[in-house]
């Protein structure tokens, strides 16, 4: 008997090898990565890491230096049109005329993109308590913050992509923005790429990680995955670490150290003055991003067991 094969779906995003230059300095360099489609991935870095970067190249605002990088399987800059169908954005200061009235932000809506869902748009705002008779300027920032996420949600597309939305929200507003963000990705299917400098954010909503720092990626992949490969080394400071396994960040105080170390399918035997502990999801991000460029984990990397 045979069968015919169905073909794997396309990641939501493939980038390879991307890299964007800024005259003499690279703003991104060797970006190597796949996110599935469904997934919510968390970006996070310092100001200046590349996050803006990345995504501006993955909805094809910016040309690629180097390498390239795909949407749902094409090219996003060669293939503009069919990536900007694709793909909802939401930039950090939610630019929206100032003078239109959410009606008339939902009316350009409409206008801009072939699969609007008006009726959703007119859902939510009603839902949120917005009039679409308010102008923009008349809104407070929560509430620009929701329009800007509606239209981005009415265009129907199946990536979602937003640049630190929530930067200048306030607490309050911050948390009712998260919480109607993951109930619309939970019941359109959507994935999601978020950036946020707000960790503790991003542990709660994302299964997918990726840490820039420097203009590249030092980490990236499944949650579970880089928590379960990564260990967190506790002993006295005058202890030796020599024979361990990659130590990607080590923080010393005046009798103990901390190091935390990437681990294989066998736990590495230690000496016995370290403990060694799980590693939680923000020391995990942490110690990427204060060890330096040799703090890498590359994608496709086996790390082998240590046992001595």
Not at 37 to 60: D, E, R, W
Not at 116 to 129: S, T, V, Y
Not at 204 to 213: E, G, H, K, Q, T
Request: glycine share 8%; net charge positive; with cysteine.
């Amino acid at each position: 008997m045979t069968s015919m094969a169905r073909a794997a779906p396309a990641p939501a995003l493939r980038a390879e090898r991307l890299g964007k230059r800024y005259g003499k300095a690279w703003g991104l360099r060797d970006c190597t990565l796949t996110i599935p489609a469904g997934a919510v991935a968390g970006l996070v870095g310092p100001n200046g890491a590349g996050k803006s970067t990345l995504l501006q190249l993955v909805i094809g605002l910016l040309d690629p230096t180097e390498g390239r990088v795909r949407v749902f399987g094409e090219t996003s800059r060669a293939h503009r049109a069919a990536t900007l169908r694709r793909v909802g954005y939401v930039a950090q200061d939610h630019p929206l005329y100032r003078d239109f009235s959410v009606a008339d932000m939902f009316r350009l809506g409409r206008r801009m993109n072939p699969a609007w869902d008006q009726p959703l748009a007119e859902r939510r705002a009603a839902a949120l308590d917005i009039p679409l008779k308010r102008k923009v300027k008349a809104l407070s920032g929560g509430q620009q913050a929701q329009v800007a996420l509606t239209m981005a949600l009415a265009k129907r597309a199946p990536l979602l992509v937003l640049d630190e939305p929530v930067a200048s929200l306030d607490p309050v507003a911050r948390l009712d923005f998260m919480g109607a963000l993951m109930a619309a990705v939970a019941d359109n299917s959507l994935t999601l790429i978020i950036s946020s400098h707000v960790v503790t954010e991003l542990e709660r909503v994302c299964d997918w990680l990726i840490v820039l720092a420097g203009g590249t990626v030092r980490a990236a992949g499944p949650v579970d995955e880089l928590l379960a490969r990564h260990r967190l080394l506790t002993g006295p400071r005058t202890a030796s670490h020599s024979g361990l396994p990659g130590v990607v960040h080590r923080a010393d105080s005046d009798r103990h150290s901390s190091l935390v170390i990437r681990v294989g399918p066998r736990e590495p035997a230690v000496h016995p003055a370290w403990q060694a502990q799980p590693v939680g999801f923000e020391q995990l991000v942490l110690a990427y991003l204060r060890g330096g460029s040799g703090a890498r984990l590359e994608p496709d990397t086996r790390i082998e067991a240590v046992t001595r």
